[in-house]
């Protein structure tokens, strides 16, 4: 983790804040400074390229003002519990991109934002700001579920050693570095979960011209597993993690990661994810996104190291 300050966004719509209270919780044990972020938007305040005014110009500073005036109130409750906290309130749409722009100028070490159930149309057609910052956001971003976290904590992180999904090996040491100071931070425990696919190997092997037997699954499986035992062993060592907390699990990753965060209570998924070009940057199918909704608990998506926020951020 880089600079002690925690950039929490504020729902303006309502008065419960679970993303605030977990910032708060964040802050107060890492000293680390905590800002409270609205990002608004009125259609009928915007005005356009054709037409504009003072009026609306008015209009649009009188509703941030009236914003960063309900944050103070809000900072000071928090300001009484030790916590050294500023507010801030921006114009802009979309949300994700005005939240965006705000970390590129703040720089915090952690980005905590509510999230709720995504409806079908907005999962397939990725329009929720929840997809698009886990795609852009360059800080660490902390999704929170509405739950309360125990005390102490569990945390879950999933790598990637053999970096068959496209994610560098710097990530899986910057996911690990994260989750490590987490746990310490919250006084809890970490364990790593590492699954493996036999899928595409068994497709690989009934491809080839000579493969008129029935496919070798037993073999396909127990060398496969041989071999992420081996890179996940290596990584894991390097982190000090005891055997019994580490996890290799054979399965679609998304699936495994659900079911192990279930089985764990885990009260934090730490997980990466990386930007790709064309159609792939909306990160259809990525795990982080299937898991999402799924996950009994918050997730915290880590971007690789010098990782950009794409240009139309």
Same mark, same amino acid.
């Given at each position: 983790?880089?600079?002690?300050?925690?950039?929490?966004?504020? =729902?303006?719509?309502?008065?419960?804040?679970?993303?605030?209270?977990?910032?708060?919780? !964040?802050?107060? &044990?890492?000293?680390?400074?905590?800002?409270?972020?609205?990002?608004?938007?009125?259609?009928?305040?915007?005005?356009?390229?054709?037409? =504009?005014?003072?009026?609306?110009?008015?209009?649009?500073?009188?509703?941030?003002?009236?914003?960063?005036?309900? !944050?103070?109130?809000?900072? =000071?409750? !928090?300001?009484?519990?030790?916590?050294?906290?500023?507010?801030?309130?921006?114009?802009?749409? $979309?949300?994700?991109?005005?939240?965006?722009?705000?970390?590129?100028?703040?720089?915090?070490?952690?980005?905590?934002?509510?999230?709720?159930?995504?409806?079908?149309?907005?999962?397939?057609?990725?329009?929720?700001?929840?997809?698009?910052?886990?795609? #852009?956001?360059? &800080?660490?971003?902390?999704?929170?579920? $509405?739950?309360?976290?125990? #005390?102490?904590?569990?945390?879950?992180?999933?790598?990637? $050693?053999?970096?068959?999904?496209?994610?560098?090996?710097?990530?899986?040491?910057?996911?690990?570095?994260?989750?490590?100071?987490?746990?310490?931070?919250?006084?809890?425990?970490?364990?790593?979960?590492?699954?493996?696919?036999?899928? @595409?190997?068994?497709?690989?092997?009934?491809?080839? @011209?000579?493969?008129?037997?029935?496919? $070798?699954?037993?073999?396909?499986?127990?060398?496969?597993?041989?071999?992420?035992?081996?890179?996940?062993?290596?990584?894991?060592?390097?982190?000090?993690?005891?055997? =019994?907390?580490?996890?290799?699990?054979?399965?679609?990753?998304?699936?495994? !990661?659900?079911?192990?965060?279930?089985?764990?209570?885990?009260?934090?998924?730490?997980?990466? &994810?990386?930007?790709?070009?064309?159609?792939?940057?909306?990160?259809?199918?990525?795990?982080?996104?299937? &898991?999402?909704?799924?996950?009994?608990?918050?997730?915290?998506?880590?971007?690789? @190291?010098?990782?950009?926020?794409?240009?139309?951020?």
């Amino acid at each position: 983790m880089a600079t002690k300050r925690i950039l929490s966004v504020i =729902d303006p719509t309502t008065d419960e804040q679970p993303a605030m209270e977990r910032a708060a919780r !964040l802050a107060k &044990a890492l000293g680390a400074q905590l800002e409270l972020f609205v990002c608004d938007y009125d259609q009928y305040l915007a005005g356009g390229r054709l037409f =504009d005014s003072k009026g609306l110009e008015k209009a649009r500073q009188s509703l941030l003002k009236n914003h960063r005036a309900r !944050l103070e109130k809000r900072a =000071d409750a !928090l300001r009484a519990q030790g916590i050294e906290v500023e507010v801030d309130a921006r114009w802009g749409k $979309p949300l994700d991109r005005g939240i965006v722009r705000k970390v590129m100028d703040s720089q915090p070490m952690l980005v905590v934002k509510d999230t709720h159930y995504h409806p079908a149309l907005k999962r397939s057609l990725l329009s929720n700001t929840d997809w698009n910052l886990i795609r #852009s956001c360059p &800080a660490p971003l902390l999704l929170v579920k $509405p739950r309360e976290v125990a #005390s102490p904590a569990t945390v879950l992180a999933a790598v990637d $050693p053999l970096h068959e999904h496209d994610k560098p090996a710097e990530l899986d040491h910057a996911i690990l570095s994260f989750a490590t100071e987490l746990t310490q931070v919250l006084g809890g425990s970490l364990h790593v979960l590492h699954s493996f696919d036999i899928g @595409p190997a068994l497709a690989a092997v009934s491809g080839a @011209p000579a493969a008129t037997m029935a496919l $070798p699954v037993e073999e396909v499986a127990a060398a496969a597993r041989s071999q992420h035992e081996q890179a996940l062993s290596s990584l894991t060592n390097e982190f000090g993690i005891p055997a =019994d907390n580490v996890h290799l699990e054979q399965g679609a990753p998304h699936a495994v !990661l659900v079911e192990q965060a279930a089985a764990l209570n885990a009260d934090f998924v730490v997980m990466g &994810a990386v930007s790709r070009s064309g159609l792939q940057r909306i990160f259809i199918g990525s795990t982080a996104e299937r &898991a999402l909704d799924r996950l009994p608990c918050d997730l915290i998506i880590i971007k690789p @190291p010098g990782f950009q926020p794409p240009d139309e951020v």
